[in-house]
């Protein structure tokens, strides 16, 4: 059996200096997760490896703002962004890994107290079940399930698919990949109140029709961990979601359909990383 000592961060207790985290079902005591070890203790992310494909495109920008929930709007060219990345080796969940496929778009946020800007979210799908509750759950991201199948190279070109239950309505190529040099990697920036990072808008229906639901913007930070790159590539890339009915999918047809309805103006390009390093988005906050 694996030292399990190696997968923490010395001492550290996530408990230290804050409540120990719960998630349904909470009789059973605190839950382990991606930010609390089952001794408590935090995870060392430094090591966790991930390959990331992205692909981007100009879209019409009147399109694009429908998406963008209160309080927020587009920040920039009308660009959205797929990005296909795989994690492995995850200390929390004791070595075993999933893949996840978000889409994202450069946006601006002013509240009554904090103005935040950086890459709006707007839905996430991964491939396991426990990084969807504990994302949704703990941070407010907006997770999703989906089929995610390892991405298939012929010539030269990926192939990046996502499904539901059998059916496809995402397929995603990258080609022309060349080496290139690497993003710098981006560190938290304060301006008075004005912070750059992740945006999200969590959202929560109240039980009981009497109560309000939890509905607010969240941020993840910029920065906070190191990223090393081992590969950096640069190339073009095509990205076509597939129209589906409720019958094919459910629960996420009109997520699908809505993406789309987006144009594709004009590709921006498309690149594909290999590189280690992360954190367990603790520092993720409230947006006021």
Same mark, same amino acid.
């Given at each position: ?31 382990? *997760?991606?930010?609390?070890? !089952? ?26 703002? $429908? ?10 060219? !009308?660009? /959205? +962004?797929?990005?296909? $990345? +795989?994690?492995?080796? &995850?200390?929390?969940?004791? *070595? ?6 978000? /889409? ?31 994302? #949704?759950?703990? &941070? ?26 059998? %059916? ?5 190529? &990258?080609? *022309? ?7 710098? @990697?981006? $560190? ?6 004005? &912070? ?17 639901? /939890?509905?607010?913007? @969240? ?7 190191? @990223? ?8 073009? *890339?095509? @990205?076509?979601?597939?129209?589906? $009915? ?7 047809? %009109? ?18 990383? #290999? ?14």
């Amino acid at each position: 059996m694996m030292d399990q000592t190696n997968s923490f961060a010395g001492s550290n207790l996530a408990t230290a200096g804050s409540r120990p985290r719960h998630r349904m079902p909470v009789v059973f005591g605190p839950s382990p *997760g991606p930010r609390q070890g !089952p001794d408590g203790r935090l995870f060392d992310w430094s090591q966790a490896p991930r390959s990331t494909a992205s692909v981007s495109f100009l879209t019409d920008a009147s399109r694009l703002s $429908t998406l963008l929930p209160p309080g927020f709007c587009l920040h920039g060219d !009308p660009v /959205v +962004t797929l990005e296909a $990345t +795989t994690l492995t080796n &995850l200390p929390w969940l004791a *070595g075993r890994g999933y893949r996840m496929l978000g /889409v994202k778009f450069a946006s601006r946020f002013e509240g009554r107290r904090d103005i935040a800007t950086g890459p709006f979210l707007s839905v996430l799908w991964e491939t396991r079940t426990e990084p969807i509750i504990t994302g #949704r759950e703990e &941070l407010g991201f907006a997770k999703l399930y989906a089929e995610l199948p390892e991405p298939r190279t012929f010539a030269g070109v990926q192939h990046h698919q996502a499904s539901w239950d059998g %059916h496809t309505f995402l397929e995603m190529e &990258l080609g *022309g990949l060349v080496d290139a040099s690497p993003p710098q @990697v981006a $560190t938290a920036a304060v301006a008075g109140s004005h &912070l750059t990072g992740t945006l999200h808008w969590r959202y929560l229906p109240a039980v009981d029709p009497e109560d309000d639901d /939890v509905s607010q913007a @969240v941020i993840t930070p910029a920065g906070g961990f190191d @990223v090393t790159y081992q590969t950096f590539q640069r190339g073009h *890339g095509e @990205v076509r979601f597939i129209r589906s $009915t409720w019958e094919q999918v459910p629960t996420m047809f %009109h997520i699908i359909n809505a993406l789309a309805e987006l144009p594709v103006l004009e590709g921006r390009g498309a690149s594909f990383s #290999r590189s280690y390093g992360a954190k367990d988005l603790s520092d993720q906050r409230v947006l006021r």
